[in-house]
């Protein structure tokens, strides 16, 4: 770490040097994998030291590692937590603060447009351990409201949620807490990295990401996170990570993590830009019926909502629906053959990665939610997701044209 207060520096500087203390061996500019299994004592008295807590240090890599360390430190900053704890996987951070948090009997309401291995572990996956949900619009607060039980423990929302790019007001949903104390809002702030969203900073009490996506933002690791208080955290390492049923980060993912994080805000606030000139030209398509993404006015309350808590940007992820009848096409047949014809985004699910993405929320990320409800919350057939990269945005409106002009 440079000798700056990272408290006292902004967001790019603490996003470049948050979390190392620069290597006493050899004075390393760049954070060493620390790719070691288990951790040696210099004595007997030393290792009960470091097992019982009282001396600092690291005993094995699957509880703690130097460089998860960093990591965990440096996206805690950016994300105003205490701490954070990492993950093998956003499922792995997602799943892990659940049990961490939960136990038998407890309730969640949970937001009902969520990522679809999300909505699996919540509607199949937690009931068969007696832990349940309820799911509800938490757009609206008085819903959410009316769904909490005696034995609710979580509010459980993504914003945006992923397709829909519906948008719940974090502040809204936080100060239900002051009637139902003891409630914790967990967020997944997956589709609004800092510096777009800071959920802890509106009173949520864990953020949760993929880091798979914009945090790592290159499209070569798998990795998650859980950031909020001190003592949540060590719940949820103490309970579900780390040490008991282990899902931990690599030392060498959490290298790369460190590495793309460096150039987190650029990337961005540049995501942001493209997306935000290529949702306008999705809007003025002939070709298009609707276009989902918060910056749009035409999202009424979501847009209003975006403006107060995202921080004059809208996030990258844009969901669209092309119009049916194009050449005698449905909406859904339209759709595929727009992907096909496409020649810069590449057919993938996943996001955040400098290349655009293009996928079919119904069939791909989102299969395995049961279609009454995909439909009940607008994931509709016709529904294609647009993950915009960072290419030059007049090549991607060039292939658009191209891409529809052949439909
Ligand atoms: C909003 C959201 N949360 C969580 C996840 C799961 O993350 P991972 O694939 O890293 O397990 C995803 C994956 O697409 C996602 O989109």
């Known amino acids: 770490m440079s000798k700056a207060d990272m408290n006292a520096v902004r967001f790019d500087t603490q996003a470049i040097h948050a979390g190392y203390h620069r290597d006493s061996d050899f004075g390393a500019l760049a954070t060493p994998i620390y790719q070691t299994s288990t951790f040696t004592f210099t004595s007997a008295d030393h290792a009960m030291g470091v097992f019982a807590g009282e001396i600092p240090g690291y005993d094995y890599t699957r509880a703690g590692n130097p460089t998860v360390s960093v990591f965990e430190e440096k996206i805690a900053h950016l994300e105003g937590g205490e701490a954070a704890i990492s993950t093998a996987s956003g499922m792995g951070a997602i799943s892990s603060t659940l049990l961490g948090l939960l136990k038998m009997g407890d309730h969640i309401v949970c937001g009902n447009t969520v990522y679809g291995c999300t909505d699996v572990v919540m509607r199949e996956i937690l009931p068969d351990f007696g832990i349940t949900a309820t799911f509800v619009d938490t757009a609206d607060a008085a819903a959410v409201e009316a769904a909490i039980q005696d034995n609710t423990k979580i509010i459980y929302f993504e914003t945006p949620a992923n397709p829909t790019m519906h948008v719940t007001d974090i502040a809204a949903i936080a100060a239900l807490k002051e009637k139902h104390p003891g409630i914790r809002i967990v967020v997944d702030n997956t589709f609004a990295p800092p510096p777009v969203q800071q959920p802890l900073k509106l009173g949520a009490d864990i953020v949760v990401h993929s880091v798979t996506k914009y945090i790592n933002g ?92 995202m921080n004059g940007m809208y996030g990258a992820i844009i969901s669209f629906v092309l119009k049916d009848g194009i050449n005698g096409m449905s909406a859904f047949d339209a759709g595929k053959k727009l992907m096909d014809n496409l020649t810069i985004p590449a057919i993938a699910v996943s996001l955040g990665d400098p290349d655009s993405l293009i996928q079919h929320p119904a069939s791909m990320t989102h299969v395995r939610v049961p279609k009454d409800v995909r439909e009940q919350v607008g994931i509709t057939d016709g529904m294609l997701r647009f993950s915009v990269g960072l290419e030059e945005i007049e090549d991607l409106i060039a292939d658009f044209d191209q891409a529809f002009a052949a439909l």
């Open 218 to 309: 290159h499209g070569d690791v798998i990795g998650g996170v859980a950031i909020g208080s001190k003592d949540d955290i060590a719940l949820i390492k103490g309970r579900a990570m780390g040490k008991m049923t282990g899902t931990p980060l690599t030392p060498f993912c959490a290298y790369l993590i460190i590495r793309g994080m460096k150039t987190l805000g650029l990337r961005v606030r540049q995501h942001c830009a493209n997306a935000m000139a290529m949702a306008e030209y999705l809007e003025k398509s002939p070709y298009v019926e609707k276009v989902y993404y918060p910056g749009l006015e035409s999202m009424g309350k979501d847009h209003e909502v975006a403006k107060k808590q």
